[in-house]
């Protein structure tokens, strides 16, 4: 499969990415609220649901960080016998996650636009892109969110106690949602660009060589 790049083609590739950055950073801005809120707000649902841990409310800051409130689904027994009512707050940051979402989906319509493939593959490399792009976003802070709620049960006495017989590989999941804030939004944008590229370039291989056929 030949998939280098010529120089005519280098310069539409990188004359397509700066016309679609341009389209897509101001849509980016646009929708970048919402799109963040229900990531983080899933995440942490899920992450929540693994330790028997429910959603109360979230609150956007003026920095971009989300606060979730969170408390013990089910009742749980404290000191002395009594009831012990968890409610503690988590600060998620997906804006260190999602900064390079523009680049990313500009680097993708570019490769889109220099590929010689059919509309259908096009959409379905696309489509595949996304999904790749929303499942990191979702996977990384699910981990995040994970570490942190074990981070806060070493300060809340109250929260230690109700996950105590919870499984809870601090040491791996903390370091592991470090990993994933310091490094995977740096290369999401290459690492999906490539991806797209692979397939796109073996689909439009095989587009030449069915040509080809037909001429013999």
Not at 44 to 64: E, M, N, V
Request: with cysteine; charged share 15%.
């Amino acid at each position: 499969m030949n998939t280098l790049l010529s120089a005519r083609k280098l310069l539409k590739l990188f004359g397509f990415f700066l016309l679609f950055y341009a389209i897509v950073l101001p849509l980016w801005l646009s929708l970048k609220a919402p799109y963040q809120q229900v990531v983080n707000t899933i995440a942490f649902k899920t992450a929540g649901w693994c330790y028997d841990i429910k959603l109360l409310h979230s609150r956007l800051q003026p920095d971009g960080t989300t606060v979730m409130t969170a408390a013990n689904r089910y009742t749980a027994v404290g000191y002395g016998g009594k009831d012990n009512n968890v409610i503690f707050d988590a600060l998620l940051d997906i804006d260190a996650i999602t900064f390079n979402v523009p680049m990313t989906l500009a680097l993708v319509l570019a490769i889109l636009a220099v590929m010689k493939t059919t509309r259908k593959e096009k959409f379905d490399a696309l489509f595949n892109a996304s999904a790749l792009l929303i499942g990191l976003h979702f996977l990384t802070m699910f981990i995040i969110t994970l570490s942190i709620i074990i981070s806060t049960a070493d300060q809340s006495e109250n929260l230690a106690l109700y996950l105590q017989h919870k499984w809870m590989p601090k040491a791996l999941l903390v370091n592991v949602g470090t990993l994933l804030s310091a490094y995977a939004a740096r290369f999401e944008p290459f690492l999906i660009a490539l991806f797209v590229w692979w397939q796109l370039g073996f689909k439009e291989n095989n587009n030449e060589e069915k040509k080809q056929a037909k001429r013999i």
